[in-house]
Nanobody, 121 residues
């Protein structure tokens, strides 16, 4: 069994910064891509940023230049630094990991429980 636990998030004023962290734990596994997605009220879940095991990053156009994703492979952790936040960044942010569980020999997508980010004055 694998669990993704997120931390960070909260309320911030426009132009401010927040950091999100997500760590994977549980059964022995190999993680391929980790990333962050978000879902605003009434909208579909969308990709924010991903990072592969070799450090290749991908960002949504709406966050390029403002958000930075990074990864600590030894800690099975992914971080998202969010700067110059806008009201339209308000959403529930979900951590995602594409990983292979060694014991069950299965690969799939795992999700965190979500953390609220609210950008408001």
């Amino acid at each position: 069994q694998v669990e993704l636990v997120e931390s960070g998030g909260g309320l911030v004023q426009p132009g401010g910064s927040l950091s999100l962290s997500c760590a994977a734990s549980g059964s022995m596994f190999t993680i391929y891509t980790m990333g962050w997605y978000r879902q605003a009220p009434g909208k579909q879940r969308e990709l924010v940023a991903t990072v592969t095991s070799d450090g290749s990053n991908k960002y949504a156009d709406s966050v390029k230049g403002r958000f930075t994703i990074s990864r600590e492979n030894a800690k099975n952790r992914v971080l998202l630094q969010m700067n110059s936040l806008k009201s339209e960044d308000t959403a529930v942010y979900y951590c995602n990991a594409d990983l292979y569980v060694i014991r069950t020999r299965t690969r799939g997508d795992y999700w965190g429980q979500g953390t609220q980010v609210t950008v408001s004055s």
